[in-house]
């Protein structure tokens, strides 16, 4: 089966600086889906950003951007100018291409410092 | 914005006892999920249902659970005999076709078995 790591339990940021979240999964598969979620304290989780694996170029989606290298088989978040509203737990998940099935990490908890 | 809403939020029973949960996945979203995280540990997938059938299942589920789509809007899952160990969040989750969509998530349902 697929496994996700999450090294970093917890991390922390000041406000507008940028922190990174580490993510590292093991597959046998060369077509699957990566995605980092966001769960604010009680609420549900949300889409931050997603990465398709046959694509070389890293998804971007405003301050949040991946570092996506396949063969390292490493998936990193990095968020910029980090706001308030950006502190939540935050996973990362796999998903084969022929299966709705996710993996997910443990997810990092990330703290913004005003 | 459309969301998947859950019922109920948090939800106590006996060991032994059978349970029910529910949720509304988005309106026009033809794939359903069911997720659990225990205490401290991943989130796991539990199975997806498309068109009136479980298309994948893991291997937590087992004959205790089941799902239903009982009418047009709800999506229920069934525990039956609670265990002790079925203590945990119970997140569902839909999407609007098959492999290709981004999941989305509700706010998760808190079962809590003594």
């Known amino acids: 089966a697929q496994t996700v790591t999450q090294s970093q339990p917890e991390m922390s940021v000041q406000e507008a600086e940028t922190v990174t979240l580490s993510c590292t999964y093991d597959?046998?598969?060369?077509?699957?889906?990566l995605f980092w979620y966001k769960q604010p304290p009680s609420r549900q989780m949300i889409l931050v950003i997603r990465?398709?694996?046959?694509?070389?170029q890293n998804a971007t989606e405003n301050r949040f951007s991946v570092n996506f290298q396949k063969a390292a088989k490493s998936f990193s978040l990095k968020i910029s100018d980090s706001q308030l509203g950006d502190a939540a737990m935050y996973f990362c998940?796999?998903?084969?291409?022929?299966?709705?099935?996710?993996?997910f990490g443990t997810g990092t908890s990330l703290t913004v410092i005003p | 914005e459309p969301e998947v809403t859950q019922t109920p939020s948090h939800q106590v029973t006996q060991m032994g006892q059978e349970v029910i949960l529910r949720c509304v996945p988005i309106s026009n979203h033809l794939y359903f999920y069911w997720y659990r995280q225990i205490l401290g540990q991943k989130v796991e997938f539990l199975v997806s249902f498309y068109n009136n059938e479980i298309s994948e299942k893991s291997e937590i589920f087992d004959d205790q659970f089941s799902v239903e789509r009982p009418d047009g809007s709800n999506f229920t899952l069934k525990i039956r005999s609670t265990k002790l160990e079925d203590s945990a969040m119970y997140f569902c989750?839909?999407?609007?076709?098959?492999?290709?969509?981004?999941?989305?998530f509700g706010p998760g349902t808190r079962l809590l078995v003594l």
């Open positions: 990465q398709e694996a046959y694509k070389q």
């Open positions: 597959t046998s598969e060369s077509d699957y889906y």
């Open positions: 998940a796999y998903r084969s291409a022929n299966s709705n099935q996710f993996y």
């Open positions: 989750a839909s999407s609007e076709s098959s492999i290709w969509e981004t999941q989305y």
